[in-house]
């Protein structure tokens, strides 16, 4: 049966098939859940992505974990708020879906995301929390491997946000 959990934790000590990494389009690293994954990954991330040469808002990448715990890591660039009237909603639910279908596409049966560009993107929390809890809920039953997908949060405001949602 599968299943959505949502927990507080450290998205880089999940041992799941594949932990999502919230990104910017350069796949290069940057500051919040991005640094902390290359930090935790190794050196060897960032010749991985670059072979990308960046990613678009809403698409996602795969690479393996390195030195984390993941088999694999997906990456995936959410959208910058803009204050909601530039496709922000449908941005964010394309990195939660295309994240899904690569892990699907590599035989995964477990993921865990972060909440997606609701740090330095400044999405909106709760805005995000349903758009997030909604495209997974729609995947799951469509998907041929992935049957149970984590939502790491890593604060207390942004675990009851997405607690709060119907999942
Ligand atoms: N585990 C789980 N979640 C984490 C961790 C962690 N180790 N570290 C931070 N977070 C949370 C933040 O608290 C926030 O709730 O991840 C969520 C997303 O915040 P950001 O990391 O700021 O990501 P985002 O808002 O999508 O902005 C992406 O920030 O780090 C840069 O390179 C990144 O430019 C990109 C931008």
Redesign the pocket.
Known sequence: MPQINVIK?????IKVDAIVN???T?LM?????????HR?AGPALYGACEKFHGCPTGEARITGGFNLPAKFIIHT??P?WHGGDNGEDQLLANSYHNSLLLADKHLCRTVAF??????????P?ERAAKIAIKTIKDFLPTANYVYQVTV????DK?FTAYHSQPY
């Open positions: 934790g450290d998205i880089t000590k919230a990104a910017n350069t690293g940057g500051g919040g859940v991005d640094g902390a994954i935790a660039p959410g910058i972060p909440s997606i560009s609701t740090g330095v993107y400044a999405f929390l790491v949060c890593f604060d942004t």
